[in-house]
T-cell receptor, first 115, second 113 residues
């Protein structure tokens, strides 16, 4: 079974631009969660999508948004990029059950650098 | 707010020895605590989960303990191998629904042959 894939793997943008990251979950998984990982803050939860609906949201500004398509693929968008948005963006897929047995499988991440 | 602390310094041990990593947390007690492994250029991989009413959990060469009085979890790798070299992350699950986890910064482990 193919794992979680994320594209692109690396991205360089300048301040003020916007960016869209893509995540393809494991086949059959309906939940996709997005995380930001930085050396100083670690992994921070952005949001989760399940069946095309945002089900959970972290504490990030509205510049961070996402969506999920009917095939469970998800995109994350960051508008008006700031230097502090430089990070590794990870997505994780799971079946979507609200219990601890529902293991999240992470993709390799997209390394975003904002200049 | 909830805070998690893991050994910030890298841990270097000799092959065959037991590696012990620490995860301390403050404020409220989580329902569950999870450990993940992350290799360079890859996302975290789930290893073990321990519930607040469990003292210890084992999986092959891995052992996790959970002391809710000390607000601490210890992660042990016995008979360590160079392939165990990675960053290990702990994550707290306050609600038990495996969402909105609170993560530590991770501890880097290097097992020397």
């Amino acid at each position: 079974k193919a794992g979680v894939t994320q594209t692109p793997r690396y991205l360089i943008k300048t301040r003020g631009q916007q960016v869209t990251l893509s995540c393809s979950p494991i086949s059959g998984h309906r939940s996709v969660s997005w995380y930001q990982q930085t050396p100083g803050q670690g992994l921070q939860f952005l949001f989760e999508y399940f069946s095309e609906t945002q089900r959970n949201k972290g504490n990030f500004p509205g510049r961070f948004s996402g969506r999920q398509f009917s095939n469970s693929r998800s995109e994350m968008n960051v508008s008006t990029l700031e230097l502090g948005d430089s990070a590794l963006y990870l997505c994780a897929s799971s079946w979507g059950q609200y219990n601890t047995q529902d293991t999240q499988y992470f993709g390799p991440g997209t390394r975003l650098t904002v200049l | 707010s909830q805070k998690i602390e893991q050994n910030s310094e890298a841990l270097n041990i000799q092959e065959g020895k037991t590696a012990t990593l620490t995860c301390n947390y403050t404020n409220y007690s989580p329902a569950y605590l999870q450990w993940y492994r992350q290799d360079p250029g890859r996302g975290p991989v789930f290893l073990l989960l321990i519930r607040e009413n469990e003292k210890e959990k084992r999986k092959e060469r891995l052992k996790v303990t959970f002391d809710t009085t000390l607000k601490q979890s210890l992660f042990h790798i016995t008979a360590s191998q160079p392939a165990d070299s990675a960053t290990y992350l702990c994550a707290l699950d306050k609600d038990g629904n495996n969402r909105k986890l609170i993560w530590g910064l991770g501890t880097s482990l290097a097992v020397n042959p």
